[in-house]
């Protein structure tokens, strides 16, 4: 049995040919549009993707430099404008102690920080401390910094002071041979930002050895 197929009139013919080229030509034109899209965006991003994995540096370097601009634009500026406070130096500051209370086989002294400049000056921090012989010479190790704090900035007007708390363990705690018991004569102190210390009188005992350590130091300022 043959399927009956009806036929085409030459009109409908014609517009049948004309559908399918219209069709035709929109999958091309839209599948050219695409690939030079593709073409387009994948030329500029596979020149610099390829430059970094070959050598970081450059990109490194301009990233830096760029920073560095960044970085300088603000201190040029700054040098033209008043600069904060400087640091307290060691003629700024007079030391002194206070304390001498004893609780759970230690020492406690307050370490006090006057400003005696006639402008503001910053300082903060832990700096130093040493048990000193009468000659200057350092006794056992220097202050350990206590970890229950961290340092902050600290701007003293004159007459202004700031302190810190010392720990000074008992020197009897440790085997005499291995201590080396001494007496002190001083507390050498090192006010942050400086390296010449201040001494002040202590009556404390020490250890000659270096390895033993005695002294605890909190950060001036601190307030438990």
Avoid: W
């Amino acid at each position: 049995m043959r399927l009956y197929r009806p036929a085409l009139s030459a009109a409908a013919l014609a517009a049948l040919v004309l559908t399918l080229g219209g069709c035709g030509s929109s999958d091309d034109s839209s599948n050219a549009s695409a690939g030079a899209d593709t073409s387009a965006s994948s030329t500029p991003s596979s020149t610099p993707s390829s430059t970094p994995s070959e050598d970081g540096s450059d990109d490194s370097s301009d990233d830096s430099s760029a920073d560095a601009t960044r970085s300088t634009s603000p201190s040029a500026s700054a040098s033209a404008t008043p600069a904060g406070p400087s640091r307290c130096g060691v003629d700024d500051v007079k030391v002194s102690l206070s304390g001498g209370d004893s609780a759970a086989g230690s020492t406690y002294y307050e370490v006090d920080v006057t400003s005696r400049a006639d402008h503001p000056c910053r300082t903060g921090g832990f700096g130093g401390m040493s048990l000193v012989d009468a000659s200057g010479k350092r006794l056992g190790a220097p202050a350990v910094r206590s970890e229950a704090a961290e340092a902050t900035a600290i701007t003293l007007q004159p007459g202004e002071r700031t302190a810190a708390t010392l720990q000074v363990g008992q020197a009897d705690s440790y085997d005499a041979a291995k201590c080396q018991p001494v007496q002190a004569a001083a507390l050498a102190v090192i006010v942050p930002n400086e390296t010449h210390a201040q001494t002040v009188p202590i009556d404390a005992t020490a250890c000659r050895n270096a390895k033993v350590r005695l002294l605890t130091l909190t950060p001036y300022g601190y307030q438990p």
